[in-house]
């Protein structure tokens, strides 16, 4: 069995200030994790991945991630929030053979 | 970026009545899977397809049944449209055309409403 936990619904920052979307995880096997994001009205597009190679990952428009295993989390980050990253951002959890665990998404905000 | 088609991109329909929604890609993938999107859920997996007729349940399938008679279409079909779902439906691809990595590419979704 495998589930994902992101810790905020809702996060709200200033453009320019960094941005920390938390995400914890459970899995009976060496999992992959992924954050996804989604624009107002769009699909989901893949932000970074975790693979068990490295434990900071990068990925597109800035954002790293960061796996801890003793922690079980899988936190998400940026040093400098735009407000273009104003979106939905889903944490996922795949173990083994089984499919996607989706997290309920945390709606990021940017004030101006 | 991959080629992934959905429609109708909206629909209003009745309580009781049929309606196909459509995934069409241009990749060739393998897996093709159908997700519903609600409030406070995340994404949920309805339905997918690891080859041409071969499909499988996800954890919301009551009320939804599938098919893929070629390998870039994917049908998601309600045989009889109840309110609870109204939602957005979203149609993904695997990024590797053989392997189920958990990489999925996005639709754009279909949103349905049952009144």
């Known amino acids: 069995a495998q589930s994902v936990t992101q810790l905020d619904s809702h996060v709200s920052v200033s453009e320019g200030t960094p941005v920390l979307l938390r995400c914890n995880y459970s899995?009976?096997?060496?999992?992959?994790l992924f954050w996804y994001v989604q624009h107002p009205n769009k699909g989901l597009q893949l932000l970074l991945k975790y693979t068990s190679a490295a434990t900071l990952v990068k990925g597109i428009n800035g954002f790293e991630a960061e796996f801890k295993k003793s922690e079980t989390s899988f936190h998400l980050t940026k040093p400098s929030a735009h407000m273009s990253d104003a979106a939905e951002y889903f944490c996922v959890v795949k173990g083994g053979a089984d499919g996607l665990t989706f997290g309920k998404g945390t709606h990021l905000i940017i004030q101006p | 970026d991959a080629g992934i088609t959905q429609s109708p991109r909206h629909k209003v329909t009745e309580t009781g009545t049929p309606v196909t929604l459509r995934c069409h890609q241009t990749?060739?993938?393998?897996?093709m899977y159908w997700y519903r999107q609600d409030p406070g859920h995340g994404l949920r997996l309805i339905h997918y397809?690891?080859?041409?007729?071969?499909?499988d349940k996800g954890e919301v399938s009551d009320g939804y049944s599938v098919s893929r008679s070629k390998t870039e279409d994917f049908l998601l079909t309600l045989e009889s449209a109840t309110s609870s779902q109204t939602s957005v439906y979203f149609c993904?691809?695997?990024?590797?055309?053989?392997?189920?990595?958990?990489?999925?590419?996005f639709g754009e979704g279909s949103r349905l409403t049952v009144l």
């Open positions: 397809s690891y080859g041409v007729k071969d499909t």
């Open positions: 993904a691809i695997s990024y590797e055309a053989g392997r189920d990595t958990g990489e999925l590419f």
């Open positions: 899995s009976s096997y060496s999992p992959s």
């Open positions: 990749e060739n993938h393998r897996y």
